[in-house]
């Protein structure tokens, strides 16, 4: 029995993304094959694909989540046909990911759920909402009452923490570089929208003289710096993304760069995953309409190339979700 895959044989542009066919996976103890129904596009396969993802070994499979059924389980505990969620845990770059019809994934890596979502809702949630929680609850450990400032609102990670924080209770500052999207992420919840032109700590001052409490950076290194800067004594700012593509920072001095009492951290959900309850929860919220998906596009698997030109281009204006 044959799949179809698309499948990465060596870094470059999205042309080099070839839809192959395969033979279907076999899995051994541990692991389970899962029939992918939905995935969602990640910034940080758009950055493998490119080759900036160290140790990546080609040609291979892309994808860091999906969510589709239990194909085969050889332990028994997942029933075929259970609705379960992948993602990190290595997939797409230290073993084939979720490009595919099929994909065998570890055990340790597979949350089993409920829902009467459509595949393409689904398909948008796993990753991003992990991103989110994860960034927001664990890392900046948000409380009622406090100012974030979300840099790279726009995103659909952004997008996402602007529903979240409100539910917590946070009055929320958005950015984005693009004057005409100001309208739609105050729709999204947004307390204040600022056009961001990398440099944001007097205006943010000016607005809210101490600096705000917390910052959810999505930029990446270039903005680390002022989003520092905006921040209150005793507030934090957690790196999460590199919209800009640029992770590294040159002759970092960490006494020169870090505000005295403000803190820096990182979220990363190949080191830390969030609960399975919390996961379940999540998608309980969007079921009851308290959280609404932002979903750009949905394509094909035979569409993967024109769906990483999108991603590539910045203007999916949500979650870019492909449909095996």
Known sequence: MKMKAAVLNMPGGPGNLNIEERPLPGAEQGQVVVKVKALGLNRSELMTRKGLSPNVKFPRVLGIECVGEVEDDPSGELKAGQKVAAFMGGMGRDFDGSYAEYVVLPKSIIYPFDSKLSWEQLGAIPEMFQTVYGSLHLALKIQRDEILLIRGGASSIGMLATQLAKLSGLKVI?????????????????????IDDGNLSASIKNMFPDGVNKVLELVGAPTLKDSLECTAGGGAVCMT????????????????YIPATVN?????????????PSFQQFIQNVESGLIKLSIGRTFRLDEIVAAHQLMESNSAGGKIVVLP
């Open 174 to 194: 958005a950015t984005t570089r693009n004057p005409d999207k100001e309208q739609l992420l105050l729709k999204n919840g947004a307390d204040f929208v600022v």
């Open 241 to 256: 993304g590199m919209l800009s593509e640029q992770w590294a920072i040159a002759d970092f001095a960490p006494m020169e």
């Open 264 to 276: 820096l951290t990182t979220y990363d959900s190949g080191q830390i995953r969030v609960d399975l």
